[in-house]
């Protein structure tokens, strides 16, 4: 957040609040009640990241699952190994990219309308309900969602532009969301 608000002021405040609606949802889920969705799906991707994680990081990297459903399992193992396990550190990946979704929605709606509609939409989306609860449990959304608005973005600039490195980045963003669920490659 410090990063992307030297870089771009307006959006701090906007950032600021995604972040700590994110977090604030995220200890509601570990510590007073789990939220909606949190228990079978996500339970069983944190489990399965902990038995990935149980093998070094030889075994590990040789495991690696490429574009399947439970690649959120290998991503959360692979910084369980290197940060040892702890169920925060793997909300906090999620809350990474929803507050990054937040942003890079702010960019898309600014290339579409401007900066006005820009911040509107980044209100909404800092406030939305179910993309506050998919950024504070272990589930694939969060991830989805970030790639999806980073290959929407190439995919405006390169209308705007016909400039390759948009196109590319599009087609980058899908192919890593594909890792995420398959059906993200049908967007490239």
Known sequence: IIILSFKNPKITQILIVAYFLRIFSVYINIFIQSLPDSQSDALVFQEIAMSFAKNDTYELLKSFTGPDTY?????????????????????SLSVFFGVGTVFLLWLLAKELWGEKAANISAWIAAFFPSLILYSAITMRESFLTFFLIMACIGLVKTMKTYKLKYILLSLFSFYIGSFFHGTMIFGA
């Open 71 to 91: 690649f959120i399992s290998w991503f959360y193992a692979l910084f369980t190994v290197l940060f040892d396990e702890s169920l925060l550190l793997l909300h």
